[in-house]
């Protein structure tokens, strides 16, 4: 049976696609580099997890490495704690050195990369030291995620958590173990997260367009992370043979 140099179909909301990804490049790597990209909201978190439990990659998060430097109060923490308390964002090249410095120290052969590189610089820097196989990009309408966050409500002194769909309070607007009033956050406000999806999309569009060019781009589509989880399970069986 003849082996296919690439994977594409039509767009399909509800099942998921894979698109512009030539595997024909992508074959016999001794080590395997991917970036999973998605929105805020888009289940980014909950694929990774399942990425690193089903196929043994070792997850590499800029966020969490940012705060792991911070709480050991290493050299590079206190140069992002200058940043991150006086509410400035974290410059590229500080987050890009953290990042080079991790892959470089490395062993294991599947790496997947989550919130890095965020713009097109970042991606050149680290094309010229680490190549990157593969991009998983999660492709979930911004109105989907807007109507699931603005659905989340909390309880403001225990943090404990409430969706009006899947996780409904007993009662509305009241918290089930003390009945106090929930509350919803600004940022989970429709407006803000919409605002927060624009802002994701003008960075993130042309980091894709770099990444496409090169043919390294498997976009998958739907609503609902466990409908677009079979086909990244399945694209991911056959790069990981």
């Not at 580099?33 to 990659?57: C, E, L, Q, W, Y």
């Amino acid at each position: 049976v003849a082996t296919p140099t690439s994977v594409s179909s039509g767009i399909n909301a509800e099942y998921g696609y894979f698109k512009r990804i030539n595997l024909s490049t992508m074959r016999a790597v001794s080590v395997l580099r991917a970036i999973i990209m998605g929105p805020p909201g888009s289940g980014k978190g909950t694929v990774s997890s399942r990425i690193v439990d089903n196929f043994f990659f070792h997850h590499i998060s800029s966020g969490d490495l940012l705060r792991h430097h911070i709480r050991n109060d290493t050299p590079l923490g206190q140069q992002v704690k200058e940043y991150t308390t006086n509410g400035l964002l974290v410059p590229d090249e500080l987050v890009t050195k953290l990042m080079l410095s991790e892959l470089s120290a490395l062993t294991h052969n599947r790496q997947l990369l989550d919130g890095f590189p965020r713009t097109v610089n970042q991606a050149q820097t680290l094309d010229r030291e680490h190549n990157i196989d593969i991009i998983i990009n999660l492709d979930v309408p911004f109105e989907t995620i807007t109507e699931r966050i603005s659905k989340r409500w909390i309880h403001a002194s225990s943090g404990r958590t409430y969706n009006l769909d899947f996780n409904p309070p007993k009662s509305p607007g009241k918290d089930d173990e003390t009945g106090e009033d929930l509350i919803q956050r600004d940022d989970d406000k429709p407006e803000a997260v919409m605002q927060r999806l624009e802002t994701y999309s003008e960075m993130t569009s042309p980091l894709l367009d770099y990444y496409g060019q090169q043919d390294k781009v498997a976009s998958f589509a739907g609503t609902e992370t466990n409908v677009i989880w079979p086909h990244i399970e399945e694209f991911l069986l056959s790069r990981t043979k």
